[in-house]
């Protein structure tokens, strides 16, 4: 059984946001930023901004998509809303104070302002309003539609509580197979909360993608639900069709049975064509050699793994 940790090792390092980019996209926001304040400052006094990156990149399992692009969510938060106005509103507003930074106009989405860069990234800014105070859960602007109750800071607390680096390993791996399928595939949010619950400990990588996506596929043969642990605590496929379902279930059980394939596989190569065909071509290639592991090296650490789940 070839065993195939030092190129997962490899493949979530070519993962990785690099250090120009990352540093460029921070940039980015901290201007983003300033516009943001002086735009209230001058045209709505009474709001006084804030703000609270979120997110991937607060969580670490920001990936590079196979297009070499990335993300950063930085949420903009009021701590009242004295005027009243709604959430389309409040966005309209952001959006305004951030027009004419970038050559592409800002985008009014359903629950966030993106601002999309030349340089391969984009900045969303999802809008948020307190009740009360900052001790309450803040209310998320919608298009169109009412406040909705949200929480990401209370997210990455409970992230934060439960990761593993592996685990975040892991939650890359499996975005960057989403990214290169697509094909409605979950988003990486809806990825993260599945693997937050569905993890399998590991000393290899590979072995713990293979059982984290066999977890999975279990649990959602007996109820496909994603339900976030926080606040909202909504169900991330309540909104799924029936091909959406069928999509992702059959192209997770095609991965498992290659990722069984690849575990069984002594060959190097071999093996990680099979992984390759499901995680990209930036997925790197193992030796054209054989690997002879006693079977007893997984069955045994198979025994001591286990899932990890909410409220542990």
């Given at each position: 059984?070839?065993?195939?940790?030092?190129?997962?090792?490899?493949?979530?390092?070519?993962?990785?946001?690099?250090?120009?980019?990352?540093?460029?996209?921070?940039?980015?926001?901290?201007?983003?930023?300033?516009?943001?304040?002086?735009?209230?400052?001058?045209?709505?006094?009474?709001y006084?901004?804030?703000?609270?990156?979120?997110?991937?990149?607060?969580?670490?399992?920001?990936?590079?998509?196979?297009?070499?692009?990335?993300?950063?969510?930085?949420?903009?938060?009021?701590?009242?809303?004295?005027?009243?106005?709604?959430?389309?509103?409040?966005?309209?507003?952001?959006?305004?104070?951030?027009?004419?930074?970038?050559?592409?106009?800002?985008t009014?989405?359903?629950?966030?302002?993106?601002?999309?860069?030349?340089?391969?990234?984009?900045?969303?800014?999802?809008?948020?309003?307190?009740?009360?105070?900052?001790?309450?859960?803040?209310?998320?602007?919608?298009?169109?539609?009412?406040?909705?109750?949200?929480?990401?800071?209370?997210?990455?607390?409970?992230?934060?509580?439960?990761?593993t680096?592996?685990?975040i390993r892991?939650?890359k791996?499996?975005?960057?197979w989403?990214?290169?399928?697509?094909?409605?595939?979950?988003?990486?949010?809806?990825?993260?909360v599945?693997?937050?619950?569905?993890?399998?400990?590991?000393d290899?990588?590979?072995?713990?993608?293979?059982?984290?996506?066999?977890?999975?596929?279990?649990?959602?043969?007996?109820?496909?639900?994603?339900?976030?642990?926080?606040?909202?605590?909504?169900?991330?496929?309540?909104?799924y069709?029936?091909?959406?379902?069928?999509?992702?279930?059959?192209?997770?059980?095609?991965?498992?049975?290659?990722?069984?394939?690849?575990?069984?596989?002594?060959?190097?190569?071999?093996?990680?064509?099979?992984?390759?065909?499901?995680?990209?071509?930036?997925?790197?290639?193992?030796?054209?050699?054989?690997?002879?592991?006693?079977p007893?090296?997984?069955?045994?650490?198979?025994?001591?793994?286990?899932?990890?789940a909410?409220?542990?």
């Amino acid at each position: 059984m070839a065993n195939l940790n030092t190129l997962f090792l490899r493949f979530n390092n070519e993962l990785a946001i690099t250090a120009s980019k990352e540093a460029r996209m921070i940039s980015s926001k901290d201007n983003l930023r300033d516009c943001i304040r002086k735009y209230f400052k001058n045209n709505h006094p009474s709001y006084s901004p804030s703000f609270y990156i979120q997110g991937s990149y607060k969580l670490r399992t920001t990936i590079r998509t196979k297009e070499d692009k990335c993300d950063l969510d930085d949420g903009v938060y009021f701590v009242s809303n004295p005027d009243n106005v709604c959430g389309t509103t409040l966005q309209r507003w952001v959006k305004e104070a951030v027009e004419g930074i970038t050559g592409s106009t800002p985008t009014h989405k359903k629950k966030c302002i993106r601002v999309d860069y030349s340089a391969g990234y984009n900045i969303d800014l999802p809008v948020f309003v307190f009740d009360k105070d900052r001790e309450s859960h803040p209310n998320l602007a919608v298009k169109d539609s009412e406040f909705q109750k949200d929480d990401p800071k209370e997210f990455v607390d409970y992230f934060r509580l439960h990761k593993t680096d592996q685990m975040i390993r892991i939650i890359k791996y499996l975005k960057a197979w989403c990214d290169n399928k697509r094909e409605s595939m979950p988003s990486g949010l809806a990825m993260t909360v599945l693997a937050l619950k569905y993890y399998v400990q590991n000393d290899r990588d590979d072995v713990a993608l293979r059982f984290t996506l066999t977890n999975i596929e279990n649990a959602l043969k007996n109820d496909f639900v994603c339900q976030m642990p926080t606040t909202p605590k909504d169900n991330l496929f309540a909104d799924y069709s029936d091909a959406q379902k069928r999509n992702f279930m059959d192209n997770l059980s095609a991965f498992i049975l290659d990722a069984k394939k690849a575990l069984d596989e002594n060959n190097k190569l071999k093996a990680s064509l099979y992984w390759k065909k499901h995680l990209g071509d930036r997925f790197p290639e193992g030796e054209d050699v054989c690997e002879h592991n006693e079977p007893s090296h997984l069955t045994s650490t198979i025994g001591l793994s286990r899932p990890y789940a909410f409220g542990v």
